[in-house]
């Protein structure tokens, strides 16, 4: 089946660790993206790419840091630096930006 | 720079009535993209529809229609004869042409009592 894979569903971390989320996709498609939802909110983009080896920052970047090595993989990293990072974060992928998205069933962390 | 307003944070209605969710936007573009997206109980989006804004026509989709108007802006999404399992949150989506990214509204969470 095609779709996107989002692993764990569920993390805890330590205050003072960077963690890294992880997102895989075998849709073919060359845009992704990753956003962060806090309880009760709407959906915040943190970073997006449109291609292998290029990405950019969307509008909640600071303290996290992506990379994008292959076309079907798009993992997050919160750095210790993200004042708030407890919250559910979603993947996404799309043939292009302005293409529907098709999201992964998030990994919800909790840093204590 | 776009925005996406949905107005109603909150609506429930009972089983079998129908129900309307606004959606309201801002682009100085003039080519762009609307979408609707259903966020159900287990958190993870559902595309429902794609439109361009140059495709005017209402769009229905058994229980579900779409209501574009350009003059006002908004991209209104109905639901007709409600069930319980349209409960969820709905989003509205914007994408500008020229490889924008996408502007989600603040959502809409629908509640269907039985």
């Known amino acids: 089946d095609g779709g996107i894979t989002q692993s764990p569903k569920y993390l805890f971390r330590k205050e003072g660790q960077n963690v890294t989320l992880s997102c895989e996709q075998n849709?073919?498609?060359?845009?992704m993206y990753w956003y962060r939802q806090d309880p009760g909110q709407g959906l915040r983009l943190i970073y997006y790419?449109?291609?292998?080896?290029?990405?950019q920052k969307g509008d909640i970047a600071e303290g996290y840091s992506v990379s994008r090595e292959k076309k079907e993989s798009f993992p997050l990293t919160v750095t210790s630096a993200q004042k708030n990072p407890t919250a559910f974060y979603l993947c996404?992928?799309?043939?292009?930006?302005?293409?529907?998205?098709?999201f992964g069933p998030g990994t919800r962390l909790t840093v204590t | 720079a776009q925005k996406v307003t949905q107005a109603q944070t909150e609506i429930s209605v009972v089983e079998k009535e129908d129900v309307t969710l606004d959606c309201v936007y801002e682009?100085?573009?003039?080519?762009?993209?609307l979408f609707w997206y259903k966020q159900p109980p287990s958190g993870e989006l559902v595309f429902l529809i794609r439109?361009?804004?140059?495709?005017?026509q209402n769009e229905i989709s058994g229980r579900y229609s779409w209501n574009f108007q350009k003059s006002t802006s908004s991209f209104n999404f109905t639901i007709t004869a409600s069930q319980v399992v349209d409960s969820a949150v709905y989003f509205c989506?914007?994408?500008?042409?020229?490889?924008?990214?996408?502007?989600f509204g603040t959502g809409t969470k629908l509640q269907v009592i039985p």
């Open positions: 996404a992928s799309s043939e292009q930006l302005t293409y529907e998205q098709y």
């Open positions: 849709l073919n498609h060359d845009a």
């Open positions: 790419s449109q291609i292998v080896n290029d990405f």
């Open positions: 682009t100085r573009d003039t080519t762009y993209y």
């Open positions: 439109r361009n804004s140059f495709d005017e």
């Open positions: 989506a914007l994408s500008g042409g020229g490889y924008q990214k996408v502007t």
